[in-house]
């Protein structure tokens, strides 16, 4: 018999306090979920070897919690890239290719996956448009944050109203990179050499993907907030793709980060 607790997502007083335009959203957690094992909990990565059964209805369980039609809660394939997509309905057949999503469509909520990638979820009530994007390093490096807020702006949204908001993502503390990953990052943009601190391991350097993904919003010309989670260092709560790495296991959960507009 399937587990009855409801998931309890954490909520970000920025997006909390646009509620009053029919913006509702949430960062879930592990919590309320029914997969077992190493998925143990709101695993909703249907590209995991978990039982489709449970991603379902953890899938389920979090459009209920937002108040919307399981069909109408969308997702994507996404590839670590800066595509993003117009979604205005449910998406039948295989999922777009992309990294981020905008809809001005009330009732379609928009979610991201995330397992240590940054979930970045996006609002202007006043036009009443929101957006989704999942940012990894490589994706946030590409410009898939910008790419997002262009987007909205086709839609009829204005930077100055935007607000962004970054769910739980792996922390500095847990993120070390080789000598490699730096060079080829500083390659593109020689200013983020701030966001790395050398490693007690000699050569290696820390990264703080959250900070920089909140750098390259606010450079955007946006307000933009850091839950500051960490996936990685929270068990309990997250799937961390990092942590089933070191831990020898032979696969991990997805997280979900959604937003929708209400239907008036």
């Known amino acids: 018999m399937l587990e009855t607790v409801r998931p309890e997502p954490i909520r970000s007083p920025v997006l909390d306090g646009l509620a009053r335009f029919g913006v509702r959203h949430g960062f879930f957690t592990r919590g309320g979920g029914v997969s077992e094992g190493i998925y143990r909990g709101l695993n909703t990565g249907a590209?995991?070897?978990?039982?489709?059964?449970?991603?379902?209805?953890?899938?389920?369980?979090?459009?209920?919690?937002?108040?919307?039609?399981?069909?109408?809660?969308?997702?994507?394939?996404?590839?670590?890239?800066?595509?993003?997509?117009?979604?205005?309905?449910?998406?039948?057949?295989?999922?777009?290719?992309?990294?981020?999503?905008?809809?001005?469509?009330?009732?379609?909520?928009?979610?991201?996956?995330?397992?240590?990638?940054?979930?970045?979820?996006?609002?202007?009530?006043?036009?009443?448009?929101?957006?989704?994007?999942?940012?990894?390093?490589?994706?946030?490096?590409?410009?898939?944050?910008?790419?997002?807020?262009?987007?909205?702006?086709?839609?009829?949204?204005?930077r100055r109203r935007i607000v962004a908001v970054l769910g739980p993502t792996i922390s500095q503390s847990a993120y070390e990179v080789g000598p490699e990953f730096r060079e080829r990052f500083l390659a593109e943009e020689p200013d983020a050499d701030v966001r790395f601190v050398p490693s007690s391991n000699e050569g290696r350097f820390l990264f703080d993907l959250p900070a920089y993904i909140v750098a390259r919003l606010e450079r955007a010309g946006i307000e933009a907030s850091d839950l500051a989670r960490c996936t990685y260092a929270d068990e309990d709560r997250f799937y961390s793709y990092r942590r089933s790495v070191h831990k020898s296991e032979p696969d991990y959960g997805r997280l979900m980060s959604a937003i929708l507009l209400e239907e008036n």
């Open 47 to 158: 590209g995991s070897n978990d039982e489709a059964r449970h991603v379902a209805e953890n899938r389920r369980r979090i459009a209920q919690s937002l108040g919307a039609q399981p069909d109408r809660l969308v997702t994507m394939h996404q590839v670590h890239l800066a595509d993003v997509v117009v979604v205005d309905g449910p998406i039948a057949g295989e999922r777009p290719r992309a990294d981020a999503m905008v809809s001005a469509t009330p009732g379609l909520a928009l979610g991201v996956l995330t397992a240590d990638c940054g979930p970045v979820l996006f609002a202007d009530a006043q036009a009443g448009v929101i957006g989704a994007a999942h940012a990894g390093w490589k994706g946030a490096l590409g410009g898939v944050l910008e790419a997002t807020i262009v987007a909205m702006e086709g839609l009829g949204a204005a």
